[in-house]
């Protein structure tokens, strides 16, 4: 019995848990914190696999796949950047009624209530970093799901494919279709409701500066909630392939569903969005498994490694030139792309429903202002200025209402 041994071959799932234990122990052991980015998470399976004597087949299988998952984070900064250019419309309310409807209030709001230990913004306790480690974990553990499916059962890793591959689509199409204001924006920039603390940025950026901007390019992608949806895709998955050894898993995806709506960062309606999406792409994932890939073993994404490099690259290379857009835009064109930008299409439906706002009518004065509607921005201005009740409030709109009158009369 002393001598008895855990067989991985048999419980890989284990590998998964035993991996998201250590990122979160050393987290609370040595109270720092550090985010693990996607690219050196695929430098270790590249490792890994050269180790095992699988490296050709893990850039067949992989290769093409890692390109799309670039490909899919440069295109959440071009939707936003399409969103703001085009003025196209931007949702806010109907997300807080469903959650008001359901719910009666807003659960963000309220577990923060119950459970942020500190508002302070410089003073995090331990939960506050346990949490923001398990959401960043979000952006890796997919990565890890799909390397030990790879590893252990290479026959259904194009399924997994398949599966992330749908979902990335649809989740993009949602974000373009539906772009949708996340709780803090809807707290803290309008007053929807009382203010949420956003701690996982703060603690992020806390502990590598500027470390959200390489991810958080597109702050309206939050319908649906793609956070929600990849770690109860890769439960369904796992379940397909290993039932219930891989319990360990769905505690952790449960726990995501937590972190999301804690933090502010997800209405629950956007999880429950997510959770749709993740049972459509499994669904439709397994008719196309089932009628496309009966009786294939194990094949490449390609017929042989020169096709799936050249795919590869290609892919890359759009990513690439579009990341590299997207990048020139955000850092010299900054004021264009702040979150007064996009037309926040609630607000300009219901102005009269908003009129005694001062975030809201900040925000209208603001829009007509980075538009170039100087004379249009100025009522808005004029309002927020005597809604501010303090002279911080006051600042804003009293410094762009001097710049309006002072553009329109040099015109």
Not at 180 to 201: D, I
Not at 263 to 291: K, N
Not at 347 to 376: D, H
Not at 388 to 409: N, Q, W
Request: with cysteine; aromatic share 22%.
């Amino acid at each position: 019995m002393g001598n008895r041994k855990v067989n991985l071959k048999k419980y890989p799932f284990l590998m998964i848990l035993l991996f998201l234990i250590s990122f979160f122990l050393v987290i609370i052991l040595f109270q720092r914190f550090f985010f693990v980015p996607k690219i050196l998470m695929l430098f270790f399976f590249l490792f890994a696999a050269g180790l095992l004597g699988k490296l050709r087949m893990f850039l067949q299988d992989w290769y093409i796949f890692i390109g799309f998952l670039y490909l899919f984070d440069s295109l959440r900064g071009t939707i936003y950047i399409t969103i703001c250019r085009f003025s196209l419309p931007v949702y806010t309310t109907y997300v807080i009624k469903l959650e008001r409807f359901l719910f009666g209030s807003i659960p963000s709001s309220d577990l923060q209530k119950w459970l942020l230990h500190t508002n302070s913004s410089d003073q995090f306790s331990w939960f506050e970093k346990f949490v923001t480690v398990a959401h960043g974990s979000h952006f890796v553990a997919f990565l890890l799901v799909g390397f030990i499916i790879w590893l252990y059962k290479s026959d259904s890793f194009q399924f997994f494919k398949i599966s992330f591959y749908m979902a990335i689509f649809l989740g993009l199409l949602g974000y373009f279709i539906v772009p949708t204001v996340p709780p803090w924006m809807a707290a803290n920039t309008f007053g929807l409701f009382p203010p949420v603390s956003r701690f996982v940025m703060a603690i992020y950026n806390m502990a590598i500066p500027d470390i959200s901007s390489g991810f958080d390019t597109n702050p309206i992608a939050a319908m649906p909630s793609l956070h929600a949806a990849f770690p109860i895709l890769c439960s369904l998955i796992l379940w397909r392939i290993w039932r219930w050894k891989a319990i360990p898993f769905y505690f952790y995806a449960l726990f995501m569903q937590f972190v999301i709506v804690f933090s502010a960062e997800h209405y629950i309606v956007d999880v429950l969005a997510g959770a749709i999406l993740a049972f459509i792409c499994y669904f439709v994932s397994s008719r196309i498994a089932r009628f496309k890939f009966s009786g294939i073993a194990h094949q490449s994404d390609a017929g042989n490694m020169f096709r799936v490099v050249i795919t590869g690259i290609i892919i890359l290379f759009i990513g690439t030139v579009i990341g590299s857009y997207n990048r020139n835009q955000f850092i010299n064109n900054r004021a264009a792309y702040n979150l007064y930008v996009p037309r926040y299409i609630d607000f300009f439906r219901n102005e009269k429903e908003y009129s005694s706002s001062f975030p809201i009518q900040l925000y209208l004065g603001s829009y007509y202002f980075f538009k170039g509607k100087y004379k249009e921005a100025i009522p808005y201005f004029e309002r927020a200025f005597i809604l501010g009740r303090t002279e911080k409030e006051k600042g804003m709109p009293a410094v762009r209402l001097y710049r309006c009158r002072e553009l329109l009369s040099n015109n």
